[in-house]
């Protein structure tokens, strides 16, 4: 199976600047569409951006204008660039792809990285 490994996250203060990636590791598989969810504790998980295989990308209402998703189809990375970050966007944050491996679909997941943002 795809395998993902999250990097960057950590503190920021309100208005600052954080950056996470998200790399997929293993062999004969092709990703689809990628992207980012975030949770806080006690509420579902929701969707922040995804980027398709054509690079078509969708953001949350919250993120619109702060956020940038972009991919790196040659390396299988997907990556967030939060600015203007808010004390509202403190979550944990988890990539997903959508794998296609061997005849098989699904979602390979990341393990999830923590963002703080201090007031």
């Known amino acids: 199976q795809v395998q993902l490994a999250e990097s960057g996250g950590g503190l920021a203060q309100a208005g600052g600047s954080l950056r996470l990636s998200c790399a997929a590791s293993?062999?004969?598989?092709?990703?689809?569409?990628m992207g980012w969810y975030r949770q806080t504790p006690g509420k579902q998980r929701v969707l922040v951006a995804l980027?398709?295989?054509?690079?078509?990308?969708n953001y949350s209402d919250s993120v619109k204008g702060r956020f940038t998703i972009s991919r790196d189809n040659t390396k299988n990375t997907v990556t967030l660039q939060m600015n203007s970050l808010k004390p509202e966007d403190t979550a944990v944050y988890y990539c997903?792809?959508?794998?296609?491996?061997?005849?098989?679909?699904?979602?390979?997941w990341g393990q999830g990285t923590q963002v703080t943002v201090s007031s």
């Open positions: 997903y792809m959508g794998v296609l491996q061997l005849g098989a679909r699904y979602t390979a």
């Open positions: 293993g062999s004969t598989f092709s990703i689809a569409a």
């Open positions: 980027i398709t295989d054509r690079g078509v990308t």
